[in-house]
């Protein structure tokens, strides 16, 4: 009876799975879309089972070399669409109608609550319309001497270790870096995570990056169900970290905006720079979330609540990305030496030969080979190597009709590595993307900020902090190609379980 009744429901859930699935399968066949053999029900998910996130970019390789640049997928039954194809890349980013992301991005949601990077339809678009002024050039400008400072302090704290052979991971050195940056350049506050990182606030956005990570690359964490159940005490203690920071930045918000209406009821309010002197009558600098304080939607001012979620989401998206970045372009300087050099001698020929003489946004922009350096890094190591999008309708992208309800991962770590678009593709040539070889590049076969309405808002900051710090990195030390090489992993974002290792050396002239 037993055994009947286990033959009738998985009769059930295989004719269940085949007509639920038969859309997907009919609109896929007829453009052309294959994958690897999908189990009823459960599709791809036993080949998951023993993939990890180290081994994830070789499977999607050979998922590559095996199907083509457009592979379907079903993970249980989520069905979906994995693509390196720079046509199928430029369709779904342009695309107005595919710019909603994916279940996954969820995880985040008790942090980031509704702020860009989540949210979706009308309400993304009134943000973005908002936020997109507090990246203006006039604003970044007055960032630059917070870089400056900052990456001072991270020179200042490796002089210990510059004995040309100790090993040092960049990615904690870095992230502390950017963290202090973003903090005073997103909420106007230092929060000295170099000087100090037991600071709770910092200890806060450290330890909930990490074990957010650690969620998305477990699937046994993914659901707050099973993490209630069986993760009780690290759910409660990321709950605990996230309320942590969430009390900081909501402090920030209402200070802030007490001094914006006594500025207002005082007269000394100026409309482009609400917060222009302090109590010592310092010039104040204007922080992101000034500008949100100043804007409003349909004549209402954003709620501290709306304002809280985007500038968690610039904390969130503001680190560790730049982080990445950062920490990688110092170890394929310190593996490049002759790039190394030619970088060191524009850095000389452009900031001269005092050290320590601060930077201005004119001098990042003259540093030409520096920002290919900091592209090709980008390219061999995109700090978002993959990013998610759900198709929610039937839409015809690059000429083939995708069902509605289909989940997409675009794939842009092998795209930029793809032999068809980049020469010796796993080779570090920041000439690549030289003045005179511009127009090379396919558009949509390189993507680290993604690209089309949902870029990354925060590319100009992050190409001006990248500059600045690992300039301040060359202009005081050699770097030394010390320590194990990368093991890449897909956590959120691209790290190495090995770490991102240099040794250095101060330079003397
Ligand atoms: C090397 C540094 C960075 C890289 C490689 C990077 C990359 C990206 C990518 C690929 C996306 C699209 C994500 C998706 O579609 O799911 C994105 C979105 C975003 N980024 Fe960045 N990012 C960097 C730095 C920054 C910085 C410094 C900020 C803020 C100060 C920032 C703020 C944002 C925001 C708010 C979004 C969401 C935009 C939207 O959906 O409208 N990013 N970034």
Redesign the pocket.
């Known amino acids: 009876m037993f055994v009947e009744l286990l033959v009738l429901l998985l009769t059930v859930a295989v004719v269940w799975d085949y007509l639920v699935g038969r859309k997907h399968s009919k609109y896929f066949d007829k453009a052309g879309i294959k994958g690897p053999f999908r189990w009823p029900v459960v599709g791809n998910a036993p080949m998951m089972l023993k993939e990890t996130p180290k081994t994830v970019f070789d499977l999607q390789w050979r998922l590559i070399q095996t199907h083509g640049k457009n592979i379907r997928f079903q993970i249980l039954q989520d069905r979906g669409l994995m693509t390196a194809d720079p046509k199928m890349i430029e369709a779904i980013m342009s695309s107005q109608q595919t ?1 909603q ?1 994916n279940n996954l ?1 969820g995880l985040l949601v008790n942090w980031l609550g509704d ?3 989540l ?1 979706k339809g009308k309400k ?1 678009f009134r ?2 319309k908002i ?1 997109t002024p507090a ?1 203006h050039f006039k604003i970044l400008e007055q960032f630059v001497e917070v870089f400056d400072q900052q990456s001072a302090i991270m020179v200042k704290n490796l002089y210990d270790r510059a004995d040309g052979k100790t090993v040092i991971n960049m990615f904690p050195v870095a992230c502390l870096c950017a963290l202090d940056i ?1 903090a005073e ?2 909420m106007g506050v230092k929060v000295n995570a170099q000087l100090q990182p037991n600071f709770p606030y910092v200890q806060s956005v450290t330890t909930a990056s990490a074990m957010l990570a650690e969620r998305f690359t477990n699937p046994a964490q993914r659901l707050d169900v099973f993490m209630r159940l069986f993760f009780s005490s690290a759910f409660a203690e990321l709950n605990a970290n996230i309320k942590t920071m969430q009390d900081f930045t909501n402090g920030v918000i209402s200070e802030r905006r007490d001094l914006l209406q006594k500025s207002m009821a005082d007269g000394t309010y100026e409309a482009s720079n609400a917060a222009s002197q302090d109590d010592v009558g310092q010039k104040r600098r204007m922080a ?1 979330l000034d500008v949100l304080l100043q804007s409003t939607v349909d004549g209402a001012p954003l709620s501290n609540e709306d304002i809280r979620e ?1 500038v968690d ?2 904390m969130f ?3 560790d ?2 982080t ?2 950062i920490a990688f372009t110092c170890y394929l300087l310190a593996r490049h030496p002759e790039v190394q050099a030619r970088v060191f001698q524009e850095v000389r020929d452009v900031l001269g030969d005092d050290k320590n003489a601060p930077v201005n946004t004119q001098q990042l922009g003259e540093l030409k080979y520096l920002e290919c350096v900091i592209k090709e890094s ?1 390219r061999l190591f ?3 190597p993959i ?3 759900h198709i929610v309708e039937d839409t015809v992208l690059d000429g083939k009709l995708i069902p509605g309800n289909t989940d997409v991962m675009i794939l ?1 770590y092998h795209a930029q590595r793809d032999p068809d678009h980049f020469p010796e593709p796993h080779k570090f040539v920041p000439e690549r993307f030289s003045s005179e070889r511009k127009g090379e590049i396919n558009s949509f076969s390189y ?4 690209a089309g ?7 100009k ?2 190409m001006l ?2 500059k600045s710090t690992i300039s301040k990195m060359v202009r005081h030390f050699e770097l030394l190609p010390q320590g194990e090489d990368v093991q890449l992993v897909l956590n959120i974002i691209l790290r190495s379980t090995t770490g991102i290792n240099v040794g250095i050396k101060p330079r003397v002239y």
């Not at 309405?453 to 590319?459: D, E, H, K, L």
């Open positions: 710019i992301k991005y702020g860009l990077l949210s993304w943000r973005r936020i990246f973003i350049t997103a992101l985007e989401t610039f998206e503001g680190h990305t730049t990445s970045s980008l995109p700090s978002v990013i998610g999008r842009i993507t680290p900020f993604s309405p949902r870029n990354c808002i925060g590319q900051f992050a902090e990248m």
